[in-house]
């Protein structure tokens, strides 16, 4: 496919396009934020289809998430990185964090075994694969601005209930 930018910028934004959109809570519901058609948001995400989230519409559907998840991937393509606001009670989102990192690797680990299985890996398998990827990144950042709010705060007391 001809672009005016790489494959591999492409289909990181068409990742990170698709996890903002299941965030917003879906198609239609992304759609009304960002103020198109579900149709148009469908397009942003198929790996198939040329269309790209527009910026308003991106920057639109991180405000009500509260994640930048399109602008990382585009500070990232450009060799920068995006810095996190601290967060207020930290120990708190702990927990979460954790344990949705450790389900989202086991789902990458799955994901990627069975497409190893018989020794081929398929462009299908692939985009399940990049997905699962791109779940698991988003809550290993999520964990990461928890350590960061630790350090600041000094520490972490959390209450387990067995």
């Not at 308003?56 to 009500?64: D, F, M, R, S």
């Amino acid at each position: 496919m001809n672009r005016p930018i790489s494959d591999v910028w492409f289909h990181r934004v068409k990742s990170a396009t698709r996890d903002l959109v299941k965030m917003a809570g879906g198609v239609v519901r992304a759609g009304e934020i960002a103020g198109v058609s579900k149709s148009e948001v469908s397009r942003w995400q198929a790996a198939t289809d040329a269309d790209i989230i527009s910026l308003p519409a991106a920057l639109a559907l991180e405000a009500e998430c509260g994640v930048p998840m399109v602008t990382t991937a585009m500070a990232e393509l450009n060799g920068r990185r995006l810095t996190d606001p601290q967060t207020d009670n930290v120990a708190s989102c702990l927990l979460g964090a954790f344990t949705g990192y450790t389900r989202e690797s086991a789902e990458l680990l799955g994901s990627m075994s069975q497409a190893l299985a018989d020794g081929k890996v398929t462009p299908a398998e692939a985009e399940l694969i990049s997905r699962s990827i791109a779940d698991t990144e988003q809550t290993l950042t999520r964990l990461k601005m928890v350590m960061a709010g630790i350090k600041v705060a000094g520490s972490a007391t959390l209450r387990v209930v067995v």
